[in-house]
């Protein structure tokens, strides 16, 4: 089954311990970025990726880091972690047809930051 | 830089009746994509529909079409014989075919549906 995974959907923690939330996906797509969405807020991207080893900002990259050393894992690591931070996070990927097109995406993970 | 609007924050529709949720986007590009997002209370992030912004005909998938006026710049979902499964927040999102950078998604905030019984 096609789909986007991300682990663990479930998470608290305390502010300053680093965590990483993993994200695989199997459709051998190029394409893979992270959103947060917070109420009020919609999704906001954190980062994005165009391929193995190309990584860039989104439109709230602050306080994350991301890599991309193989196509189908695109982990979210925050180093440390802090209150703000406690959102819903979505890892999404597609595929380079015409354009970037359609994203699917994982189930999400909910992190709280104590 | 791109932005998507919905005006709606929430709506609500009979059970069986139809609904119209609205969307407007802005932008200088005349090659993107359009798509509908549903998120029910599981979270997820369902795709519903997509427009391919050089295609004049409008999208459809089963009860749920979309009115696309690329001139006005306007995105709508209707959603016919509305069920209690409908209900959920529905996101209508912008994607330039540029790639890279520009590839990227941006989200209008979401419109809350109801279906009532």
């Known amino acids: 089954e096609a789909q986007v995974t991300q682990n663990p959907r479930y998470l608290i923690t305390v502010t300053g311990k680093k965590l990483t939330v993993t994200c695989s996906q199997n459709?051998?797509?190029?394409?893979m970025s992270w959103y947060r969405q917070d109420p009020g807020l919609g999704l906001r991207q954190i980062y994005y990726s165009m391929n193995v080893e190309v990584t860039d900002k989104g439109d709230v990259p602050e306080g994350y880091k991301v890599s991309r050393k193989e196509k189908r894992n695109f982990p979210l690591i925050l180093e440390s972690p802090s209150p703000n931070q406690t959102s819903l996070y979505f890892c999404?990927?597609?595929?380079?047809?015409?354009?970037?097109?359609?994203?699917?995406f994982g189930p999400g993970t909910r992190l709280l930051v104590l | 830089a791109q932005t998507v609007t919905q005006s709606q924050p929430e709506m609500s529709v009979q059970e069986a009746e139809t609904v119209t949720l609205s969307c407007t986007y802005d932008t200088s590009e005349s090659d993107y994509y359009l798509f509908w997002y549903k998120q029910p209370p599981s979270r997820q992030m369902i795709l519903v529909i997509r427009q391919e912004a050089y295609k004049q005909q409008n999208a459809t998938e089963n009860r749920f079409s979309v009115n696309f006026q690329k001139a006005a710049k306007s995105f709508s979902l209707k959603i016919s014989d509305s069920q209690l499964g409908d209900a959920a927040m529905y996101f209508c999102a912008y994607r330039s075919a540029r790639g890279g950078s520009q590839g990227n998604l941006i989200f209008g905030k979401g419109t809350k549906l109801s279906v009532k019984p």
């Open positions: 999404a990927s597609s595929p380079k047809t015409r354009g970037w097109e359609t994203q699917y």
């Open positions: 459709m051998n797509h190029e394409y």
